[in-house]
């Protein structure tokens, strides 16, 4: 299995360099992040000419989260993150593809801080720890997928002054990150790559592409049976430099 995470940053804006990357990459299964469509909205008929099934969880304008399987149906277990039924932003679906769990998700930006904002990123991580602890203690194959919004170390960032303010570099942002590790979720990328620089996002601003001014915010973490299934893992940097791409590169690995 080749499993992927993307945010894709506008699904409808950028339909075109999604189904290319798909063609090329042939992954098995995709977790999407920022759709920024409605439910109606969502190019069901479009991927399904591509080879994939879907679920998907919208909303207007922001976030949005979905599960791309090929040559199948992924088999919707969960399309909210348990723990705060007042929230509803679209950042969390789960389905079962292949018998393996998938947990994608959009966890909140918290910039602003401090603020309020800051406060829901940490309040909704905390749930997100729970339920990804509740997962792991199944013992089943359990992938959690998607854009983090954390930069995990000083190493995954490029060397600035800029962020010391921002949510994604906040110690309290790092240590949500670091407990989910120490519940024994295996850091995909950080395994296979223990120590080169590794970046999955480039702000449209300040020229920082060209620049290689990155940032790593995109995750996949993997139980304990995946983890020793795990054979390769890699960035797809070269979607970032294309016409219209997302700010986020495609983040994959490969299972036996």
Not at 163 to 175: C, F, G
Not at 199 to 224: E, M, V
């Amino acid at each position: 299995m080749k499993l992927a995470s993307f945010n894709i940053n506008n699904i409808n804006s950028r339909l075109q360099n999604l189904l290319a990357w798909l063609a090329s990459a042939k992954p098995d299964v995709v977790c999407l992040q920022e759709l920024k469509a409605r439910d109606m909205q969502f190019p069901r008929t479009a991927l399904a000419d591509a080879g994939y099934g879907a679920v998907w969880k919208g909303e207007p304008t922001w976030n949005g989260v979905a599960i791309l399987a090929r040559g199948s149906e992924p088999v919707l277990t969960a399309d909210a993150l348990p723990g705060d039924d007042a929230d509803r932003q679209s950042r969390y679906i789960e389905a079962a593809v292949n018998g393996v769990v998938i947990a994608c998700l959009y966890a909140p930006n918290g910039n602003p801080q401090p603020g309020p904002k800051f406060q829901y990123k940490l309040d909704w991580h905390k749930r997100l720890e729970a339920h990804a602890e509740q997962l792991f203690d199944t013992g089943l194959p359990v992938a959690l997928v998607g854009d983090y919004n954390i930069v995990p170390e000083p190493r995954d960032i490029y060397a600035t002054r800029s962020y010391d303010d921002n949510a994604l570099v906040q110690p309290e942002s790092r240590a949500s990150f670091q407990r989910l590790l120490d519940q024994g979720w295996t850091d995909a990328l950080r395994k296979k790559h223990p120590k080169e620089t590794l970046y999955t996002f480039w702000d449209y601003r300040r020229n920082r592409w060209p620049r290689d001014a990155g940032l790593r915010l995109d995750h996949i973490l993997l139980s304990k049976k995946l983890a020793r299934r795990l054979t390769a893992a890699g960035i797809d940097r070269d979607i970032r430099g294309q016409d219209g791409a997302s700010d986020h590169a495609p983040v994959w690995v490969e299972l036996k």
